[in-house]
């Protein structure tokens, strides 16, 4: 089982793009594709499977851009991506995407094969939720590979020398030769009349050997903290220095330098944003203008929290720098609700770090028995976690108990089990904006409810568990798909129509 890091799977990546199931994923994929090639591509063929999430929504929702950065070796916040496939073309690297009849498993499966002029190779990757990946096979072996380590893969006789001091070492059998596989910290040497190839690490937070963490769910961390009901945020330090061997210092250093990141997206979002190829215009500096003059309904802190999760979105639609927190598409609701919330407060950054880390507890306890991909479970993946996650981080705030934090949760989760992903255009804007803000709002009001002792009722590993059972039986359609919900309704494939049109250049569309 992959051991969850708040960096990793939950506060992060730092990106631009739509989606991080899609984009920063995709990147990954992509730059381990290039490192299997040893960053020479002549020609990549992509293959989605037909009944996946992939076919419709791989160009729209930053699938594309993100693979092609990563072919290109670029980071997930790199200012080009949105020209990637401009960059592809320039670079000579031959491009076909196909769909394909194989049914894949996973609804986010990423084919590539990879063509220079000396050799050819394959290569089977899933995305997994908030940017995370995974990749099952490299030339029809079957393996697993996360990004964590430093990868390298040795094609030898059968029979030939398998022992490198290394985390792990995996000998795949082959038809008449094998294919070793060394996990480690980093590269290790071979033969050089061996085939090998080095496939770098893409993770902030990288895997080790015999990795331990003192818990892995919310009933084992109440286990393990007993009666002494210790700050969630000191819980999270605890279990992330374990996963990460970090010092307490390191792990605060790490999630304040997130909290700045997203205050400046914060402050670049409502002074205003552009993009072409957009569903919704900038409207959060109008909001502002409206709450400073006093013409707003009395929301109190709630006004500032929507003005600054709207923020966070417009700076996502438009490329901008986001936090995946826990995804891209639910970039907003967290962050938006812990830094307004603790400016209302007067607290400062160090606060909001420790909100921030509490929630990101929460996100590890979700991801360990679920997911935050929205393709695998609906929208309340992505908006009923990080609703789930902000209640916590706010009765951090608030200097609520180990156990108010978690009721929030709880709460919070069980208010948006249900919610389906249905993005109107097919781009990740709308319905995202309000359900981002619909998911801070709750988490506002269930941190309330919690610090006035309301009862969760249903423990909040259950509350999880639930949702994964409810995604079970979601149909396909409402799974990310833009096959269903308001994806379909006329209007939204009116918009589909014109940005596509704006995006030959016809400069038609009305919404710009």
Known sequence: MNIVSIFNDVIGPVMRGPSSSHCAAALRIGRL??????????????????????PTTHDSQGSDMGLFGGLLGWEADDERLP????????????????????????????????????????????????GMMEVLSIDGVELHMDGGYHETLIWAPKGAEAHFEADEVIVHDLSNAQLIQVKSDRFVGSDESFTTKRLSPVLPVPSRKNLRVPFTSCADMLKHNGAQNTPLWQLAIEYERARGSFTEREVIEKMLTIVRILRKSIASGIAGTSYEDRVLHHQSGRFAEMMNAGRLLDGGALNRIILYVTALMEMKSSMGVIVAAPTAGACAALPGAVIAMAETMSHDEEDMAKAMLAAGLIGVFIATRWTFAAEVGGCQAEGGSAASMAAAALVTLAGGSRDQAIAAASMAFQSMLGLICDPIANRVEAPCLGKNVMAASNALSCANMALASFDPLIPLDEVIDAAKSVADRMPREHRCTSLGGLAVTPTSHEIEKRLANLKKGCGSCACH
Request: hydrophobic share 35%; glycine share 8%.
């Open 33 to 54: 594709a290039r490192d299997l090639m040893d960053g020479e591509i002549s020609e990549v063929l992509v293959e989605f499977d037909r009944e996946g999430s992939l």
């Open 83 to 130: 020209e990637s496939a401009k960059a592809l073309a320039e670079a000579g690297i031959k491009l076909r995407i196909e769909t394909v009849d194989v049914g894949d498993p996973h609804p986010n499966t990423y084919r590539l094969t990879l063509m220079n002029s000396r050799e050819t190779h394959s290569l089977i990757a899933i995305s997994t939720g908030g």
